[in-house]
């Protein structure tokens, strides 16, 4: 363990082995540091905070403050995070807002400088945040998605799986998984297949979803309930497909389309 003489850590916080805080780095009371955890200077980590293994914090980064929901009465509320994420110069992630509910955010994500979490996030795996993008309050981000530069996503929003969302895009309804979404306002653009072709989808996968693209979101004379029942019966098997549609209808904000 390596802890520089000009850091403050409380006397309550738990920290792993192999840890190594720079200098001028806070560490409040109800915080858990995993093994081999790394923060680099100036960076806060407010509690309840639980953090897994191998993370990395770059200089003001500012983890674990408390909710900035107007409802928020000053319970203890929490952050809990994985392994092997990294986060960024700058960067601001919140606990949730209820006891009951904490902010989550799984594993080897990169949250890039001045990026945000808000509040009641539920973050994935393998996803990025790059500069300046912001997830509000509520937001659930699954797997593998890019927000990129700038971006924008309102509450209570759902970000599917292996999409990758465009700089300074406004995201006010949910992000269809596999697809590229961009502008303001934002519309899906196609399937994002050389994210999914470096991912290991088959050629077989992106046909399919190709398919239910043209029905779902080229082709718009059709609301939604109509284009799915529209779906070919051997597109609609396609556990990808199959995965696209089930997102669609489990949203309660409607689709970006």
Sequence with gaps: MS???????????????NVKIGPFCVIEDNVTLGDGCRLHSHVVIHGHSEIGKENEFFPFAAIGIKSQDLKYAGEPTALIVGDRNVFRESITIHRGTREELPTRIGSDNLFLA????????????HNILSNNASLAGHVECEDYVIVSGLTGVHQFCRLGSHAIIGGMTKVAQDVPPFTIVDGNPSLVRGIN???LERRGFSAEDLSALKTAYKKLFFKKELNLGEAIASLPEEAVAHPCVKQLVDFIEGSKRGIVR
Aim: glycine share 10%.
């Design 3 to 17: 802890i520089h003489p000009s850091a403050v850590i409380s006397p309550t916080a738990k920290i792993g082995e």
């Design 114 to 125: 001045y990026s945000h979490v808000a509040h009641d996030c539920q973050v994935g795996n």
């Design 193 to 195: 297949k050389i994210g």
